[in-house]
């Protein structure tokens, strides 16, 4: 869908308010406008020329122009002009620019076509020469401006709303709509009119200023709004010759257009920027249960007994810092990793388990705030400096990213970007010759054709490959793979799945690998540490899961999908857990 | 109840001749009954699901719901018989408008059937959620602030506002996780037993049809290669697309042979 | 694996082709460009004989005099065709146009391509120095803004940038003038008397622009640092700023060139309100002043020779992005 920013304003109930705060100056100096003629000291036009050029004072608070015109008075009416000009013209723009844009969407066809043709064309054209060849060519008037200021502003509003009326044509929403035998009728004014009034009215909110400001441009080159009217560009023009003596004349009436302007702005920025923050929203951390998670006690007591482990974290806590306070995503996790070892972490989505991955390597974003202790062969890392993480990352873990459509630079070449990561570093042909190496090491056929072809010529499955060999090229001890097969279909699932597992045992990996899918991962791992809301409820050996006791391993157990057997007598039900044993 | 007699689904292409998406596929779903259309994707599986509902035309052939075909009505009957097949979509929250509330979004369904008076509306709007085992407070809630799990609940609510006969899930689980896809195909399976709605499932996995189809059809390049009993197409198939899709669901193809991995020896 | 295989030798193919693929958008871009300029000058054109004050007998006044005679009259509307369809004289006007007779400017009897030859390279000058201004100033602010999260500076960035987008042009020239003039003595408030009397027009020029920029870099660049690729590549153990360079950088550039392209064609525009203030002699003014006088002609050639300039720059920016971006230069999918 396009940019539908109102949604989040009003289904929040957050931003609303400081949306309000932003507009304020504009609100504020459309109501002094409207109410002008009561609250503007003197008449506008009233001249006294005895008076003339005085500067500030209590009788004129913002002194007085060449004519002794009072100038409070004249920025107050001005406001009154601009402002009304700026409420027709978007008006206008925005019933005329939704219609056609709406209508497009709508029609399709011929139609369609035409309308992007004629937005297109309209936006590739400057806006103020075109305003300025229409007042030229129709004369300088009210109605010209108006018409001027119209025609230069419909194609933005026409062009979002074809965007929303389409993407609501194609949603599912719109089928459902349909399916459930809805009259057209209602569509349209139930559904398709919102849909495109409710992105063009923010975008109008933001316009404002845009209006306002070439309003006064207009008037300013003497082709707006002409005396006696006052209009903050054109009182500008007259404060030309005074520039050096009477700042009272040229300060306010710029300071005015600013502060509109601005204040459209901020409210543009403010609702441009808020589908941002959406996307770090996450659950409000719950408090912490009293009672200590269960766990494979045997496991634990097993390891202990070791030396030092090669990846050890100890009450491991992880904070996302967000509009809304701090959320906790991590809320204390224990586990050792040993050379060689493969260890699943599962849980549902929001259960903490990547973030618990990515957060000690400094790799969770800044938001992120790590507590605890995470150490790699006895190297703290919690609290380790850029320098320190970025020698860990790569060289001792490795990552391998979920989407592997998302997880490449597209405007890099394979070759490229898997060298980047060639610990130590190599340059030239050395480079080309280990990277190809890599990537055969991956099962990519034809590497050394891969490493000169962009990601997008590549499968899903092909890329994964890429990542991982990647991240094999900083010779790691540990590779995290996240999620690693959930964006794949499922034939080449199981042959990641199965590259995986050759690698880790060649190279004698220490694996971590993340996933929802016990069934994917029981395969895989030698332990398995289940996961839910930022803690492990249990750890337990891969082998020991058809015994799991706990309800959430019981929950995911019960979750991953079982065939029955064939009649062959071949395992139909490998993906199943519980029939290997 | 449902009744797809030889239909055949033609999507005209800008260069080349016409793309016969579904090509002469007969296939019946009775009252009460979960029928499991299984295919990869681009098989035509969807296209011949939104014919059923009437979202698409076919171009040969008949799709009769209780005896009528959608494709035969003008466009008022056409929306009353609508009602009587509901999709479930695979995007759970695509499929909902996202200004609109939970309880406004059943609500606007409610209207367009006429099937209860206005002023019964808020309480039959409650009455559904709890039938989808949502909390009745969700109704105040936009899609966003659901998981996807609730959303799709919300959307098989508002398609048995209409009080269909026949239910066209259109890949509803796949975009779920593992554990939730579980609880969404348990609460279909719960419906079925409980309000006896027809249920036509259309999915890649087979894997997921093993825990709900009483029957399962295969497709494969628009036409229907294999039907039976789910048990029997689960346990002996006899067409070779059928194996490849059993052996996909099993995601490990290679440990049909070897021995099961990842269990240290 | 055939696939692979397959995919070895298009990709191969694709190379070879990625020339001439450019070479394909170029002329899609300028078929398209010279569309909109045909669009853009007929309007005008239109406009220009939709509005009265325009028939053969008023041009003759307006030229001569009252004392018009009827040759006079006649010879106008022969020149002009008025007696035949708009269709007709339009194209009587575009055939003349593009061999460079644009009329004669109603103001000053000269002919339009004279007047318009005579100022358009102080124009250029003009816009082509506050454009590498802007460009240099957004980029700058744009980057330090998304990748320095810390401390007060990004906010201010972002404050100044936004306020820099508000600020009335001639507004801030005046600012400039009362202060940097009148007050300090520092720079001439007008003509073009070397670099001093270059600096405030240019800077003038440049704010907006450069702050719309900035603003759109910012957040391009912040939206490529959250790209899952960025953190794949600090995965491997790159640094921030490598990061930014080879990874970001390159992959937010190719979305803000749209908008910097539409900044400097409002630059190049904006000139008509600046050399209207430091009464710069360019093409920007000479268009006020004909707009001013109703010199039809004079306004017809102007609109044209700035939808030229507004054009070319916004397409040169869409095909700096195909030829940049591998996944564009790919063929469409039949």
């Keep these: 869908m396009t940019g539908t920013a109102p949604s989040g304003a009003a289904a929040s109930g957050i931003r609303l308010p400081r949306a309000l705060m932003l507009a304020l100056p504009l609100v504020l100096i459309a109501v002094v406008g409207a109410l002008a003629p009561w609250l503007a000291p003197a008449s506008p036009s009233a001249t006294d020329l005895s008076a003339s050029l005085e500067g500030p004072s209590t009788s004129h608070w913002l002194g007085t122009d060449q004519l002794g015109r009072d100038q409070l008075s004249r920025i107050v009416f001005a406001a009154r002009t601009s402002l009304s000009v700026a409420a027709v013209v978007m008006t206008l723009a925005f019933v005329v620019g939704v219609t056609i844009g709406a209508v497009g969407a709508f029609a399709g066809g011929i139609v369609d076509r035409l309308v992007t043709w004629a937005v297109e064309a309209a936006l590739s054209v400057p806006s103020l020469l075109l305003a300025l060849a229409i007042i030229g060519i129709r004369g300088n008037s009210v109605p010209n401006l108006i018409l001027a200021l119209t025609i230069v502003a419909w194609a933005p509003y026409a062009r979002i709303a074809r965007g929303a009326v389409l993407g609501y044509r194609r949603s599912a929403a719109s089928e459902a709509l349909v399916g459930l035998g809805a009259h057209p009728l209602r569509v349209l004014f139930g559904h398709v009119i919102p849909t495109a009034s409710r992105p063009a009215l923010v975008f109008a909110s933001t316009d404002v200023g845009a209006v306002v400001l070439a309003t006064a441009g207009l008037s300013f080159l003497g082709l707006g709004i002409t005396p006696p009217t006052p209009e903050w560009g054109q009182m500008l023009v007259e404060s030309r010759p005074y520039l050096a003596t009477a700042w009272w004349l040229w300060l306010p009436p710029g300071v005015a257009i600013t502060v509109v302007a601005l204040s459209g702005n901020l409210l543009s920025e403010h609702l441009g920027v808020a589908p941002e923050l959406r996307r770090l929203r996450i659950r409000r951390p719950r408090p912490t249960p009293s009672t200590s998670p269960k766990r494979g006690r045997a496991q634990t007591a097993a390891k202990t007994g070791r030396p030092v482990p090669l990846w050890e974290m100890r009450d491991l806590r992880v904070d996302f810092d967000t509009p809304d306070g701090p959320v906790a995503a991590v809320r204390g996790l224990d586990y050792t990793l040993d050379r060689g070892e493969v260890l699943a972490i599962v849980g549902e989505s929001g259960s903490g388990k990547t973030v618990s991955c990515l957060a000690p390597l400094g790799l969770a974003g800044d938001r992120a705030a790590v507590r605890g202790s995470a150490r790699l062969a006895g190297t703290e890392l919690v609290g380790a400096g850029e320098d320190t993480l970025r020698a860990v990352r790569g060289a001792e873990i490795a990552v391998v990213f979920q989407n592997p459509y998302a997880a490449l630079n597209p405007l890099r070449r394979v070759g490229a970007l898997v060298a980047d990561g060639l610990r130590p570093p190599a340059k030239g042909h050395q480079a080309r010759e280990r990277v190809v190496e890599l990537l055969r090491a991956a099962g990519l056929p034809h590497p050394e054709d891969v490493a000169d072809r962009y990601p997008h010529e590549l499968s899903g499955g092909m890329r994964q490959r890429v990542l991982v060999a990647a991240a094999l090229a900083g010779d790691p001890d540990i590779v995290v793979a996240d999620e690693p097969t959930t964006a794949l279909d499922a034939t080449t699932q199981a042959e990641v799945i199965e590259l995986l597992r050759r690698l880790q045992r060649e190279r004698g990996l220490a694996l971590v690998l993340v996933s929802h899918d016990l069934g994917v991962v029981a395969h895989l791992a030698d332990r398995v540490l289940v996961m839910h809301d930022g803690v492990a409820v249990e750890e337990i050996a891969a082998d020991q899961l058809p015994n799991a006791t706990h309800p959430r391993t019981r929950d995911l157990l019960d979750a991953v999908p079982r065939l029955p057997e064939t009649r062959a007598g071949t395992r139909a039900t490998t993906r199943s857990t519980e029939a290997r044993c | 109840m449902l009744r797809i007699q030889d239909v055949t689904l033609r999507y005209r292409r800008r260069s080349g001749g016409p793309l016969t998406a579904v090509d002469g596929v007969s296939l019946t779903v009775a009252a009460g009954e979960i029928v499991g259309l299984v295919g990869e994707s681009g098989c035509g599986k969807s296209s011949l699901a939104r014919a059923v509902v009437g979202l698409h035309r076919h171009d040969e052939g008949t799709i009769g719901l209780d005896d009528v075909d959608l494709s035969a009505l003008g466009a008022s009957e056409r929306r009353r018989h609508r009602r009587r097949a509901q999709m479930v979509f695979q995007d759970p929250f695509g499929s909902l408008d996202p200004h609109r509330s939970v309880g406004s979004a059943i609500g606007e369904a409610l209207a367009i059937a006429r099937s209860v008076p206005r002023t019964q509306r808020a309480e039959r709007v409650t009455e559904l959620l709890e039938l989808v085992h949502l909390d009745p407070s969700v109704r105040g809630r936009r899609p966003r602030e659901l998981s996807g799990g609730q959303c799709q609940r919300v959307a098989i609510a508002r398609a048995l506002a209409v009080e269909p006969r026949l239910l066209v899930c259109d890949e509803p689980v796949t975009a779920l996780d593992l554990s939730v896809q579980a609880k969404v195909l348990d609460l279909l399976v719960e419906l079925r037993d409980r309000l006896g709605t027809g249920c036509l499932f259309i999915t890649h996995d087979l894997a997921v049809l093993a825990r709900i189809a009483d029957r399962i059809a295969v497709m494969h390049e628009g036409r229907l290669v294999e039907s039976g009993p789910a048990q029997q197409i689960l346990t002996a198939p006899s067409h070779p697309q059928t194996v490849r899709l059993l052996e996909a669901a099993t995601r490990f193809p290679s440990t049909a042979q070897n021995p099961p991995i990842g269990v240290p020896a | ?334």
Excluded: C
């Design chain 3, 1 to 334: 694996m055939t696939r692979a295989d397959t995919a070895g030798q298009t990709a191969r193919t694709e190379r070879a082709r990625g020339v001439g693929l450019v070479g394909r958008a170029l002329i899609r871009h300028l078929g398209s460009a010279v569309v909109v300029l045909l669009v853009v000058t007929f309007a005008a054109f239109a406009l220009v004989r939709a509005t009265p004050g325009n028939s053969a007998t008023s041009i003759a006044v307006r030229q001569a005099g009252a004392g018009a005679t009827q040759e006079q009259i006649d010879r106008i509307r022969d020149e002009l065709h008025l007696d035949d369809s708009l269709v007709v004289q339009y194209g009587a006007w575009l055939s003349r146009a593009v061999t460079g007779d644009l009329g004669r400017s109603e103001r000053t009897g000269r002919p339009v391509a004279e007047e318009i030859a005579d100022r358009l390279p102080r124009t250029l000058f003009l816009a082509g120095g506050s454009a590498v201004l802007a460009i240099l100033l957004g980029l700058g602010a744009g980057i330090v803004s998304a990748v320095v999260r810390r401390g007060p500076l990004p906010g201010l960035l972002r404050l100044g940038a936004l306020l820099g987008a508000s600020v009335p042009p001639f507004w801030l020239a005046f600012v400039l003038i009362a202060f940097l003039s009148e007050r300090l003595h520092l720079l001439p408030t007008s003509g073009q008397s070397g670099p001093a009397s270059w600096v405030m027009p240019w800077l003038v020029l440049a704010v907006p622009a450069g702050a719309i920029i900035s603003r759109v870099v910012a957040v391009a660049l912040a939206d490529a640092l959250a790209q899952p690729y960025v953190g794949a590549a600090r995965a491997r153990g790159r640094s921030t700023w490598s990061v930014v360079w080879r990874d970001a950088l390159p992959n937010a550039v190719g979305s803000t060139l749209h908008v910097t392209a539409l900044q400097v064609g409002m630059i190049l525009t904006g000139t008509v309100i600046v050399e209207t203030v430091f009464a710069w002699p360019g093409l920007g003014a000479w268009f006020v002043d004909a707009v001013k006088f109703r010199d039809n002609w004079s306004i017809l050639a102007a609109v044209l020779v700035f939808a030229i300039g507004f054009v070319l720059i916004t397409r040169l920016a869409d095909l700096l992005q195909v030829a940049g971006d591998p996944r564009l230069r790919r063929e469409e999918t039949p």
